[in-house]
């Protein structure tokens, strides 16, 4: 039975103020002379700092920043990753030669690229945004290519006795067959866009939240730090909210129980 929508918000609600509660308090653990709250901060004194950061009006330029790195390495990402995952799951052969690279590729620590990115791109934008691409990439790409691998044979023997042409499969089965699929990895893309964008932000930047954040870790600045996780997170959430309402808007064929849940 699906839970009552209004009793789960306010439980969600409760957890979130239960979790404040008790960073409250363990931030004011006295550990000798003092307390816990230089490693930890209060979110009293994390809320206070990002209203500052927010009236100061600074946080705007950089939040600008990585939003374009993080959109930039999304859409681009994603783009290339289903149209590699169309043409590879319909050529048989071509996925066969493919795989061995894509698994090794997959398999790489796309941390380590970052100097890479840095050394050929500098230290601008698209370094940020070649980083969030390499994560973003084989996420949408696997999903597609098992998108449109499982269509059903029968399904795909029906169309095809029904003189469906190779356009016509793909507008009314294929794409339909992966867009659940394409949709489920774009919720996991949009953070990994966002984790390319502020580990290339931390890792060498003169702009942007990571570099914010970066900054704060260098004068032991725990609030700071915080604060910048806050409004990261606040970021991510909103960015997901528009790929829930975009696929809530290209999903409205399906049944409401098939949908990705966030």
């Not at 009552?4 to 239960?18: E, H, S």
């Not at 866009?193 to 890792?203: I, M, N, Q, R, T």
């Not at 954040?213 to 997901?240: K, R, S």
């Amino acid at each position: 039975m699906k839970p009552n929508r209004a009793l789960v918000i306010v439980l969600q609600i409760l957890f979130g103020i239960a979790l404040l509660v008790a960073w409250h308090f363990s931030a004011n653990i006295k550990v000798g002379s003092a307390t816990l709250k230089f490693f930890l901060s209060a979110p009293i004194d994390v809320f206070w700092r990002v209203v500052k950061l927010f009236s100061e009006g600074d946080i705007w330029g950089h939040m600008w920043i990585t939003f374009q790195e993080t959109v930039y390495a999304f859409l681009i990402g994603s783009f290339a990753g289903v149209i590699c995952g169309f043409a590879l799951a319909r050529n048989a052969l071509a996925a066969a030669v493919a795989d061995p690279y894509l698994k090794a590729a997959n398999a790489l620590p796309r941390v380590v690229l970052a100097p890479i990115f840095m050394l050929w791109l500098g230290l601008g934008i698209w370094s940020k945004v070649a980083l969030g691409f390499s994560l973003v990439f084989f996420i949408v790409f696997f999903n597609v290519f098992q998108g449109v691998r499982e269509v059903p044979p029968t399904i795909l023997a029906n169309a095809r006795m029904l003189g469906f042409n190779e356009r016509q499969l793909f507008r009314h089965v294929y794409w339909p067959a992966a867009l659940t699929w394409m949709f489920s990895s774009l919720h996991t893309s949009v953070g990994f866009a966002l984790v390319g964008a502020v580990v290339g932000e931390y890792l060498g930047s003169a702009a942007g939240l990571g570099y914010l954040i970066h900054q704060a870790e260098g004068v032991l600045d725990t609030t700071g730090v915080f604060a910048g996780m806050a409004i990261l997170t606040a970021f991510v959430l909103v960015i997901d909210a528009f790929v829930t309402l975009i696929e809530r808007r290209l999903l409205i064929w399906q049944p409401q129980g098939a949908q990705t849940t966030t």
